[in-house]
């Protein structure tokens, strides 16, 4: 059983219902402002200096602790998925096509109690706490957002730490790993132009579809033949634009996908093998390709330091057996940009049934959690944040 500490099992109930209030009211990335009152009500009630509207819905909370030390900050996200749920628990969302299918509201939740147990504490430490509560995390901008408007000029974080539920661990198990954690993520633009034409006189026409067709078989071997074996990396495309009716070939083929890396350096050299593959096949085929990409976010790497302390605080909380270095993630995540400027770690907090059956994964409409998880995702977040501010 988990050693959850008592100062944050007497805050069980409101933390339960306060991620339940939240699971019932979702918001959208850039749209939370009901979460982010809620969050900057309760913060400012703690004695937190409390800034609003940073990246549009993004709250910061600074307390200066008794003494001087190091500041650690604490990371939640607030933004939920456009999703219908499908869960039909009591307290499934309100909106219909808007959900918390990705755990934000226990995250929010979890990060509140853990402010208010530090605050209390505030007196008897050395430095001081910083918490940032994200939007748009699903549209993989928030942190850059709030980044852009100031959130971190007059803060300097010697650490950070931040949780994300995770159903396909069991509750009461905490997965903790030092290095990359979460891939970089670019999205893809290529389109692919010929000349339309009739579809019974494809000779007549420079037919885009079959180039594309190409491009994208090709694009499958910059992964598995020009990429190291022991890296890795994903590259999709996920998205077709083409024609308008089937006796006709379209002018041009638009397709959109996505590029997520580890290793930056790769990231640089499978986005030019992109260019010069979608290039060479289309010139080959008679037609011209344009490829553009928007970079989202870097790759999440936990820092060695905070890992080491997380570590600590997790086995304090589950046992040494329940802590598990979790498979780097494919996933994105924008705390990256949080870590280039706070050496942090990213810790995943088992959310899946306890008697192991299936737990629907996130962004699924079923998705829900195994609510024990709260008070073990609190206890971390105060745990490791305690650690940093102790460490020399």
């Not at 037919?207 to 890296?231: G, N, W």
């Not at 006709?248 to 790769?266: K, Q, S």
Request: aromatic share 4%; charged share 20%; proline share 5%.
């Amino acid at each position: 059983m988990p050693s959850i500490s008592a100062e944050v099992q007497v805050l069980c109930n409101d933390m339960v219902a306060l991620r339940r209030d939240l699971h019932q009211h979702p918001e959208l990335g850039f749209q939370e402002t009901r979460t982010a009152g809620i969050v900057a009500e309760r913060l400012r009630a703690l004695g937190y200096t409390v800034r609003t509207g940073l990246g549009k819905t993004g709250v910061t909370g600074f307390l200066k602790c008794g003494r001087p030390g190091k500041t650690v900050l604490l990371r939640a996200d607030i933004d939920a998925l456009p999703i219908l749920e499908q869960t039909g628990a009591p307290y499934a969302s309100r909106h219909p096509g808007t959900m918390h299918a990705c755990g934000h509201d226990a995250h929010t939740a979890m990060a509140l109690s853990a402010a208010e147990i530090l605050a209390r504490d505030a007196p008897t430490l050395h430095g001081n706490l910083f918490f940032v509560f994200q939007p748009a995390e699903e549209l993989l901008v928030g942190a850059e957002a709030m980044l852009k408007d100031g959130a971190l000029e007059a803060v300097a974080p010697d650490f950070g730490f931040a949780v994300h539920v995770m159903n396909r661990i069991p509750a009461g198990t905490i997965a903790v790993r030092s290095g990359p954690v979460m891939t970089s993520a670019d999205k893809l633009h290529i389109t692919v132009t010929g000349r339309g034409g009739h579809g019974a006189n494809p000779h007549s026409a420079v037919d885009p579809v079959v180039a594309a067709a190409q491009v994208i078989t090709a694009l499958q071997t910059l992964v598995s033949r020009e990429t190291h074996p022991l890296k890795s990396a994903v590259l999709s495309i996920t998205m077709l634009k083409a024609g308008t009716a089937f006796n006709i070939i379209p002018d041009a083929v638009e397709m959109t996908g996505t590029l997520r890396c580890f290793d930056a350096d790769l990231r640089t050299t499978l986005l030019a093998s992109l260019k010069r593959t979608a290039e060479g096949i289309a010139s080959a085929l008679r037609c011209t390709a344009s490829v553009t990409n928007e970079f989202l976010t870097p790759a999440v790497i936990n820092n060695p330091a905070a890992t080491a302390l997380a570590c600590e605080a997790a086995k304090d909380i589950v046992g040494a057996e329940k802590v598990v270095e979790w498979e780097p993630l494919t996933g994105s995540d924008d705390l990256a940009y949080l870590w280039e400027r706070a050496p942090g770690c990213y810790a995943f907090i088992g959310s899946g049934r306890s008697d192991g059956s299936p737990s629907p994964a996130g962004h699924n409409a079923k998705f829900d959690i195994e609510e024990s998880c709260l008070a073990i995702g609190a206890d971390f977040l105060v745990r490791a944040a305690r650690a940093a501010l102790r460490s020399r």
